[in-house]
């Protein structure tokens, strides 16, 4: 009997094994109840023997059938047709009107506000400068240490071209941010603070709407990183009051590899900023080919060169897809997913010495959970090899992004047991 074998008809045999029955048949019930089981058709299915279960929607979201239809058309239609034509037809709006239909659909933002430009870390770029320059007299940013990388070096950089200064917010061992982490840290100083609604690792969500009047109290700006909330949470950016967001599209907005990111500026402070990214497309007369830049007036002023419109074309097929469904429906699925993972991570993962280090609460979690343990690096590689797709966060981190349109519940269980499975080969 080799040490595979071995290994599962000792599980079979024991309460280990009892309890997969037992999950078995909890998956079904819960895949049977799930009012969203059938969009899972909706998106492309490589076959079991390349994918078995999709575990990683968080980093990059899986392809709609409707995108793999709909960009040959636009190749054919719109861009072979059209030609130049497009643009005045419809591409210089594109951006706009994309950002309208999102904000309309998953941001809880009024026209006139969101737009799709360039990737979220350049976009953090602009708004950030943006925030620093429209506040003179504050030269402080503040910023948690468990942010993601892209957001805490821009941060850096903008410090040391504004000669600002970072105040961070130090981590937590349950990972996030909460409003008395920053109690100490705001002052008549802080310019701007920076934090992610839904924390890359730790799937902490944060109280936005209360830490963006505690903001306001100090006087600063309050930037939101959406990439890991948007398209898994309900957002209110307009009635939360948030000045600047920006978030990615390649995650749970399914937009493809390397799908252009999008910004809210609220309408309240968008003649007060000026983004530092000078181009045409964001001047006041893109085609008046004048001698020197005068920013547009209104939104369209923090873009800065030639939209990204091939780019933008596949996250239109999910929005529409959410449009149809609504984010309360997608957010209580969610939350039925990341219920069922630590239950599952608990009953199999926890007695193998992994930690879970997402929160218990439903109401503080995003759409994905982190479960540590010191093997992961290693299991992770066994696990691609088998189509089992979670992803890998240094140092021990295995994250569990749970797509709520993409995933089922049996799937979940069947790369929950793959996870055991390996860790007791690894042992
Ligand atoms: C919170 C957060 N911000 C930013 C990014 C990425 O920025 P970019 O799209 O520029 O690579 C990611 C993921 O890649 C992220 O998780
Ligand atoms: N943006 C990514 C990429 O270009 C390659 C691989 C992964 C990603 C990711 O999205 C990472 C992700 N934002 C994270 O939370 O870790």
């Not at 941010?177 to 902490?204: F, I, K, N, Q």
């Not at 939360?240 to 920006?246: I, K, R």
């Not at 008046?288 to 091939?310: E, N, V, W």
Request: aromatic share 8%; charged share 20%; hydrophobic share 45%.
């Amino acid at each position: 009997m080799n040490k595979e074998t071995k290994l599962s008809t000792t599980l079979d045999a024991g309460p280990v094994g009892a309890a997969a029955r037992d999950f078995a048949a909890v998956s079904a019930t819960l895949d049977a109840a799930d009012p969203l089981a059938g969009h899972r058709e909706l998106f492309h299915d490589p076959g079991t023997a390349q994918l078995s279960a999709y575990l990683d929607g968080n980093s990059l979201g899986r392809p709609l059938k409707a995108t793999a239809a709909n960009l040959p058309r636009f190749v054919e239609e719109a861009w072979g047709s059209r030609l130049i034509r497009g643009w005045d037809e419809q591409w210089m709006d594109e951006p706009l009107a994309v950002g309208d239909r999102l904000g309309e659909v998953a941001l809880g933002a009024a026209p006139g506000q969101a737009f799709i430009g360039d990737s979220t870390s350049v976009l953090l770029y602009k708004l950030i400068r943006a925030a620093v320059d429209a506040r003179p007299g504050r030269d402080e940013i503040i910023v948690d240490r468990d942010n993601f990388p892209t957001d805490r070096f821009i941060i850096e950089g903008i410090a040391a071209e504004r000669n600002a200064t970072i105040r961070w917010v130090e981590s937590r061992p349950a990972g996030g941010v909460r409003p008395a982490d920053l109690a100490e840290l705001l002052t008549e100083r802080t310019a701007v603070v920076v934090l992610s609604h839904v924390a890359y690792r730790s799937g902490y969500l944060a109280d936005a709407p209360a830490i963006t009047a505690q903001v306001h109290h100090a006087g600063a700006l309050m930037l939101w990183d959406l990439c890991h909330s948007v398209g898994s949470v309900p957002l209110e950016l307009d009635a939360w009051g948030v000045d600047l967001a920006v978030g990615c599209t390649y995650k749970y907005l399914n937009g493809g590899p390397g799908s252009p990111a999008f910004a809210y500026v609220n309408a309240a402070l968008q003649g007060q900023l000026q983004q530092p990214i000078w181009g045409w497309m964001g001047a006041h007369d893109p085609f008046g080919m004048t001698d020197s830049y005068r920013p547009a007036d209104s939104l369209r002023r923090f873009i800065t060169g030639t939209p990204p419109i091939l780019a933008m074309q596949p996250l239109k097929d999910m929005v529409e897809l959410i449009a149809s469904v609504g984010m309360d429906a997608v957010r209580e699925k969610s939350i039925k997913l990341t219920e069922h993972a630590l239950n599952l991570a608990d009953a199999w993962l926890v007695p193998l010495g992994a930690e879970v280090v997402s929160p218990r609460d439903a109401a503080e979690r995003g759409s994905h959970i982190t479960v540590d343990h010191p093997r992961f690096a290693e299991a992770t590689q066994l696990l691609w090899e088998r189509g089992v797709i979670p992803d890998f966060r240094p140092p021990h981190g295995l994250r569990i992004g749970l797509s709520p349109l993409s995933t089922g519940f049996a799937e979940l269980e069947h790369g929950m047991r793959a996870i055991r499975d390996v860790l007791l080969e690894l042992s």
